[in-house]
């Protein structure tokens, strides 16, 4: 990498209270290699009142008006899908410094946080290109944040009742689910809520995308893969009348009846990897593949 100021966004977890020294170790690294800093003014403010941080950004994030070449984001895996949801169709590269538990997409471990820097400065990395989704509602359905690198996920409300779910692909009829709801899951969201209810272990770069229903009436049902630029029409009807669609887990209320359409968004999200890493070691790890629990 050339010697450049970098422009980095960086974005975090509000929710975690025991990672300010990790919050100190980005900053101080970024800071060393003279990287103009923007940071998420709500984690700013987080970080400040919880861990006593005494930084000052270059610049604040308050919407999606910012520009960056580069995003971190501090926290787990969903930390990093709200980082995705902040780029938007930005085309800024995300790289994910694991605070939490799992880690699919979060790879860099905060004993790493230097040597990622470094290797973010020098260029020394690769990034892989995830598929997107995106929704969209008949009539006045709208959505605030329509894209998801994991999943978009169809779920009955408040009530005990099960709700139904009329699902076309590219406009034939493929089935009405009896269910508590249905997933449509990317690759990269493959490992997380639908793998959960039953949902396959996709690789990220297979061009497919998952059906998976979320606690079907009957047990023919089963998960369906289908090509990743596959049109899904959904209509709901339930007995409360309204329905939930939660966006990578943002949840947002429906109006029973209204058609949502998913499919491929027009761009990928970036995701810079460490050299070295693949997806088979960290699926490997992260499932404990091969440990005897015995022991």
Not at 22 to 27: A, E, F, K, N, Y
Not at 155 to 177: C, F, P, Q, W
Not at 193 to 214: E, F, H, K, R, W
Request: glycine letters at 6%.
């Amino acid at each position: 990498m050339n010697e450049q100021k970098r422009r980095v966004a960086i974005f975090g977890n509000i929710y975690q209270t025991k990672k300010s020294d990790s919050i100190q170790r980005v900053l101080d690294s970024l800071q060393a290699f003279g990287a103009e800093v923007s940071m998420e003014r709500q984690f700013h403010e987080f970080a400040v009142k919880k861990h006593a941080l005494q930084y000052q950004p270059d610049h604040f994030i308050d919407d999606d008006s910012f520009e960056a070449d580069f995003a971190i984001s501090l926290g787990g895996d969903g930390t990093l899908l709200k980082t995705a949801a902040w780029v938007g169709s930005k085309q800024i590269p995300i790289m994910g410094v694991n605070m939490g538990r799992l880690g699919f997409l979060a790879d860099v471990s905060p004993d790493d946080i230097e040597l990622a820097i470094r290797a973010l400065h020098e260029g020394d990395y690769t990034v892989e290109r995830h598929t997107a989704i995106c929704v969209e509602g008949s009539g006045k359905a709208s959505f605030n944040k329509p894209f998801a690198l994991n999943d978009i996920a169809v779920l009955k409300r408040d009530n005990a009742s099960m709700i139904t779910i009329d699902a076309s692909i590219d406009g034939e009829h493929l089935v009405t689910y009896q269910a508590d709801g249905l997933i449509v899951s990317t690759p990269t969201g493959s490992t997380a809520y639908s793998l959960s209810n039953g949902g396959p272990i996709v690789m990220p770069d297979a061009d497919i995308l998952c059906l998976t229903p979320v606690a079907p009436h009957s047990l023919n049902i089963r998960p369906i893969a289908i090509p990743a630029d596959s049109r899904v029409e959904l209509t709901v009807s339930s007995r409360t009348h309204h329905f939930l669609v939660a966006i990578d887990g943002r949840s947002e209320q429906c109006h029973e009846h209204t058609r949502l359409t998913i499919r491929r968004a027009d761009h990928d999200v970036l995701i810079i990897k460490q050299k070295g890493r693949s997806y088979i070691d960290t699926l490997r790890q992260k499932m404990m593949w091969g440990h005897d629990i015995r022991s």
